[in-house]
């Protein structure tokens, strides 16, 4: 499943439906708000594209580490310091194709799919990875 | 020809979320940037440099596909086409 939701991930959802009695190795990436200096962030999608694109890179995923599942959830909104923004779970049969698989998307989630992120503090805010405008 | 404008990000905050512009047809990319850039100051700052020369941060779709802001500004836009302006990817 892909989901960009403005609600609580639940990684025990995620593992639950990404088991199968084919796989061997279930492997987990959650993505979490790093105190930066500031005391939350907000987080923005193109959401149409953003889905389009996550839909591509885990079809990617899947086919190239043969992955047995595959799930994908990026919270959109406000989060503060230490909350979830990104879930990743792949399951396959063996440990190396589940870690490959969910590098794999994680490293091209970022790359490619629609998201921002704005740092915000009681002094100033700033857009992740902007040198202006 | 109609065209819809989607602005994310900082580019958001310039332009609001979505804003339809009615251009002639035949009209480029670059004729619509164009013309948001006279309509609004602050998007003809945070999107050209001195020498109105689109700046490297501004990333651009045509129905949600990515095109080449080095090779693909002159390219033709059609009726109901939309266009989405923003700054580098930052998920994850």
């Given at each position: 499943m892909?989901?960009?939701?403005?609600?609580?991930?639940?990684?025990?959802e995620m593992i639950k439906r990404a088991r199968s009695?084919?796989?061997?190795?279930?492997?987990?990436?959650?993505?979490?708000?790093?105190?930066?200096?500031?005391?939350?962030?907000?987080?923005?999608?193109?959401?149409?594209?953003?889905?389009?694109?996550?839909?591509?890179?885990?079809?990617?995923?899947?086919?190239?580490?043969?992955?047995?599942a595959?799930e994908?959830?990026?919270?959109?909104?406000?989060?503060?310091?230490?909350?979830?923004?990104?879930?990743?779970v792949?399951s396959?049969?063996?440990?190396?194709?589940?870690?490959?698989?969910?590098?794999?998307?994680?490293?091209?989630?970022?790359?490619?799919?629609?998201?921002?992120?704005?740092?915000?503090?009681?002094?100033?805010?700033?857009?992740?990875?902007?040198?202006?405008? | 020809?109609?065209?819809?404008?989607?602005?994310?990000?900082?580019?958001?905050?310039?332009?609001?979320?979505?804003?339809?512009?009615?251009?002639?047809?035949?009209?480029?990319?670059?004729?619509?940037?164009?013309?948001?850039?006279?309509?609004?100051?602050?998007?003809?700052?945070?999107?050209?440099?001195?020498?109105?020369?689109?700046?490297?941060?501004?990333?651009?779709?045509?129905?949600?596909?990515?095109?080449?802001?080095?090779?693909?500004?002159?390219?033709?836009?059609?009726?109901?086409?939309?266009?989405?302006?923003?700054?580098?990817?930052?998920?994850?």
């Amino acid at each position: 499943m892909i989901q960009i939701t403005e609600t609580e991930i639940s990684l025990d959802e995620m593992i639950k439906r990404a088991r199968s009695k084919d796989a061997g190795a279930m492997v987990t990436f959650l993505g979490t708000v790093r105190d930066d200096g500031m005391e939350r962030i907000e987080v923005e999608a193109f959401r149409e594209a953003a889905l389009m694109e996550l839909e591509a890179i885990q079809e990617e995923a899947m086919s190239r580490f043969h992955l047995i599942a595959a799930e994908v959830v990026h919270r959109t909104g406000t989060l503060a310091v230490g909350e979830s923004i990104l879930a990743i779970v792949c399951s396959a049969a063996h440990r190396e194709e589940a870690f490959s698989g969910c590098r794999y998307i994680i490293e091209e989630l970022k790359k490619r799919a629609p998201l921002w992120k704005k740092e915000l503090g009681e002094k100033c805010e700033r857009w992740v990875g902007q040198t202006s405008t | 020809m109609r065209i819809m404008v989607l602005a994310f990000a900082s580019f958001r905050e310039i332009l609001g979320k979505e804003r339809v512009l009615f251009l002639k047809e035949s009209a480029t990319v670059s004729d619509l940037l164009e013309e948001l850039a006279a309509a609004r100051p602050a998007f003809k700052e945070a999107a050209f440099d001195d020498t109105g020369t689109l700046r490297d941060y501004v990333l651009l779709m045509v129905n949600r596909k990515r095109i080449d802001p080095t090779q693909d500004l002159s390219r033709p836009l059609q009726e109901g086409d939309e266009l989405a302006i923003f700054p580098p990817l930052a998920g994850g």
